[in-house]
T-cell receptor, first 115, second 110 residues
């Protein structure tokens, strides 16, 4: 149980285009979903926290208009990187949790390369 | 501000050579301390949650312990498949966010 699916696993895009990443909890309802960014040889940095049906809470320094987060249902959250630039290239990982069980389960991550 | 420091940064062991990884933390009210395993190019895989000092949890060759200031992940007779980066994270009572350490990259040679 507690499977989180993230798609796509790898995406290459041109500078200026937008990219959408999906995060789904497959066998449980996620009251909260989290989006992280990870640079090589570094740890996970929280970008934002989203609760189903409400606006996401962004960490300091994360641009809301650039990283659009939608948490439309208890099993799906999306992260859209708008007008991507090479400096946005990174490994993006989502996680999902529930109030009942205070554990975050992670997706497999999405490698974004912006040319 | 919650802080997590892991040591060592990297650890090389021979198969069967037991050792421990350290996670030192400061948090304003501990709600939980979490250990995850991360393989290259993958998301973290949940291992353990510890909630209070003195608590211990075991899973196969891994055992996690917790004090008021630090946590240890003991690896007994490791195998090459235990090679991964081990991440420690804390969650304070103020919210649901996790603060991660930089991780310990473990390599177990056959």
């Amino acid at each position: 149980g507690a499977v989180v699916s993230q798609h796509p696993s790898w995406v290459i895009c041109k500078s200026g285009t937008s990219v959408k990443i999906e995060c789904r909890s497959l066998d449980f309802q996620a009251t909260t979903m989290f989006w992280y960014r990870q640079f090589p040889k570094q740890s996970l940095m929280l970008m934002a926290t989203s609760n189903e049906g409400s606006k996401a809470t962004y960490e300091q320094g994360v641009e809301k208009d650039k990283f659009l987060i939608n948490h439309a249902s208890l099993t799906l959250s999306t992260l859209t990187v708008t007008s991507a630039h090479p400096e946005d290239s990174s490994f993006y990982i989502c996680s999902a949790g529930t109030l009942a069980k205070n554990i975050q389960y992670f997706g497999a991550g999405t490698r974004l390369s912006v040319l | 501000e919650d802080q997590v420091t892991q040591s060592p940064e990297a650890l090389r062991l021979q198969e069967g050579e037991s050792s421990s990884l350290n996670c030192s933390y400061t948090v304003s009210g501990l709600r939980g301390l979490f250990w995850y395993r991360q393989d290259p190019g993958k998301g973290p895989e949940f291992l353990f949650t510890l909630y209070s000092a003195g608590e211990e949890k075991e899973k196969e060759r891994l055992k996690a312990t917790l004090t008021k200031k630090e946590s240890f992940l003991h690896i007994t007779a490791p195998k090459p498949e235990d090679s991964a980066t081990y991440l420690c994270a804390v969650q304070g009572t103020s919210g649901s966010r996790l603060t991660f350490g930089e991780g310990t990259q473990l390599t177990v040679n056959p």
